[in-house]
């Protein structure tokens, strides 16, 4: 190998090293600008050599609020899938927990209100109500808006089941919420939080398709 190789093997070396240098410098927290440039100026000839993106910042994208809903919505079918296997036992069913649910939290209602509200027919509500009222898990009783119609209430009973159903229903999520680290759970609550104000914000009115 001639001398002029060897000279040129030797600046190749000696500028690998330079890089190297420099990109452990520029990697480092509060690391001054390389030299030959100046803070928010161009890179300095050469500084291509550098390892790629390791002084490059890089700010988030902005989240697509189209794309956030429908992952939300494919969040939720996958639990609500998940919470529907679990087995609640006593023979309370995803529909009567449901059903149980509504009134327990929203007080009595009409056969057709819970129909409505649980996006069933009539009929086949009637025989829902009349099971559970069976298993004295709900009871009939006046409207007292209108006298000539009935109301359905949760029992004594039906709120005992429903509280019980509902524990051993979420007990499979809870206990891998719990294998959460401390900040993990705490990262969990606040987005339950801000997703319960996303929720009562919204008007769930369907788009309109006007132009």
């Known amino acids: ?78 639990l609500q899938r998940h919470l529907s296997r679990a087995d609640t036992g006593d023979g309370l069913t995803r529909a009567r927990l449901s059903a149980l649910a509504l009134l327990v939290l929203g007080g009595p209602r009409t056969l057709g209100d819970l129909a409505n509200a649980e996006h069933v027919r009539p009929p086949t509500m009637t025989r829902l109500v ?16 209108d006298g000539r119609s009935v109301v359905i209430r949760a029992t004594a009973k039906g709120v005992d089941s429903l509280e019980q159903g509902r524990t051993r229903q979420i007990a499979p999520l809870a206990e891998t919420i719990s294998g959460l680290e401390r900040s993990e759970r705490q990262q969990l609550a606040d987005a339950a939080d801000l997703l319960g104000r996303v929720l009562r914000d919204s008007t769930w009115e369907p788009a309109s398709s006007d132009g």
């Not at 060897?6 to 090293?17: A, F, I, P, Q, S």
């Not at 550098?50 to 494919?74: K, N």
């Not at 009349?130 to 808006?145: F, I, S, T």
């Open 1 to 78: 190998m001639g001398k002029k190789s060897k000279g040129k093997d030797k600046v190749r070396k000696r500028d690998r090293k330079k890089a190297s240098r420099l990109a452990a410098a520029a990697a480092a927290p509060g690391a001054e600008p390389a030299p030959g440039t100046e803070a928010g100026s161009s890179a300095a000839p050469g500084s291509d050599l550098l390892v790629a993106g390791a002084t490059e910042t890089r700010l988030p994208s902005e989240v697509d609020a189209m794309e956030l809903a429908a992952r939300l919505a494919s969040l939720s079918t996958v």
């Open 130 to 145: 009349h099971a559970m009222e069976a298993d004295e898990l709900v009871a009939r009783g006046k409207n007292p808006d």
